[in-house]
């Protein structure tokens, strides 16, 4: 191999380097970014909670499943029920939707909010 094509071939694999090493820089761009929930934000069981429940969690906790997640209801389930308690983090209603066996039942924005609610007195508002 000659002087010219040693050179060339460094030229090309330093490019080849510098192409890779970008390219696997540039996927921090398409990081997938939580839309964020603020904490301080008023969260209301009727305009915000409910939706959840109607969309995630009626077709099993009725009227047969303990809580009753169903609209008029779920106040009245969740509150006597204890399931909303403070800690919010620990309340059986925001620990069993972290939990294995719900967590893929709603999105982490969904639980959020219901961590603001029940912090900020799981009203029935
Ligand atoms: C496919 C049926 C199903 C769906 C949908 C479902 N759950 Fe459940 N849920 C269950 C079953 C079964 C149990 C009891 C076993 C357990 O604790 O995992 C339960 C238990 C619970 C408990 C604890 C009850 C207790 O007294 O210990 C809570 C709270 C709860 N679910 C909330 C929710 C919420 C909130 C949603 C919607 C985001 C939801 N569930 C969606 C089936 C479901």
Redesign the pocket.
């Known amino acids: 191999m000659n002087w010219e094509t040693r050179k060339i071939r460094k030229i090309l694999t330093t490019i080849f380097f510098i192409t890779i090493i970008s390219g696997v820089m540039s996927c921090e761009d398409f990081k997938v970014t939580q839309p964020a929930v603020d904490p301080l934000a008023t969260w209301s069981l009727q305009t915000d909670i409910q939706p ?2 109607n969309n ?2 009626n ?3 009725g009227a047969t ?3 009753n ?1 169903r609209e008029g209801k779920s106040y009245t389930a969740l509150t006597n ?1 204890g ?1 909303v308690t403070l800690p919010a983090d620990k309340s ?2 925001y620990s ?2 972290e939990g294995a ?2 967590i893929s ?2 999105t982490e924005t969904d639980r959020l909010k219901v961590l603001y609610w029940i912090t900020q007195g799981a009203k029935n508002n």
Do not use: A, D, Q
């Open positions: 959840i429940f995630n969690c077709s099993c906790h499943r303990s809580p997640l029920g399931y059986k209603l069993t939707m066996e719900h039942r709603s």
